[in-house]
């Protein structure tokens, strides 16, 4: 009789091998400037350079004035709700514009219409304050911030509801 040795269930695939496989997640930027870019072929530098400018100027024709493009992205109502939680490595941001969650380098933003529920959950023990963000296709992003003090956490829980009481809208349906 032949027995394997080891596991028989398959690796799992996902956000914990591939950061890609969640959307809203950004990479870093790159510290690289163009002056360190590597050598280019002269002809097909002289090429990207023509296109990068054509692609300049026609941004410059379709970009509206620098005025309106702040109060388009930035409607915030004067004194409106704001949330913010952070350790030293996570950080949450709620406010007009959705809910923004960091850890270490890697970013995830959510629009109000995108979040399908917000949950909180602190632990039994410890000071660890989870806050996790639905979306309405059925996948949940949380984040533990470390309070510091377990004292925190119902303020951060009345300043969060404050938030997605004047933001959140739930479908009446």
């Known amino acids: 009789m032949e027995q394997r040795i080891g596991s028989s269930s398959q690796p799992l695939e996902g956000a914990g091998f ?3 496989f969640i959307p809203g997640l950004t990479s870093p930027a790159s510290g690289r400037t163009k002056d360190e870019e590597p050598e280019k072929e002269p ?3 002289e090429a990207e350079d023509a296109e990068e400018t054509e692609e300049a100027e026609g941004a410059e024709e379709a970009a509206p004035e620098p005025e309106e493009d702040a109060a388009e992205e ?3 109502p004067e004194g409106g709700p704001v949330f913010e939680a952070s350790d030293r490595r996570a950080k949450l941001v709620a406010d007009h514009r959705g809910v923004r969650l960091s ?3 890697q970013e995830c933003e959510f629009r109000w219409d995108e979040i399908g529920a917000v949950e909180t959950e602190t632990a039994r023990f410890g000071k660890r304050y989870t806050v996790t963000v639905h979306t309405p296709d059925r996948r949940w992003y949380p ?3 470390e309070a510091p003090a377990r004292s925190r956490f119902t ?3 009345s300043q969060l509801d404050a938030v997605l009481d004047a933001y959140f809208e739930e479908d009446a349906g």
């Open 18 to 20: 591939d950061p890609a």
């Open 43 to 45: 002809e097909v530098a």
């Open 74 to 76: 930035d409607p915030a």
């Open 103 to 105: 850890l270490d380098d």
């Open 143 to 145: 984040i533990e911030i």
């Open 155 to 157: 303020e951060w829980d």
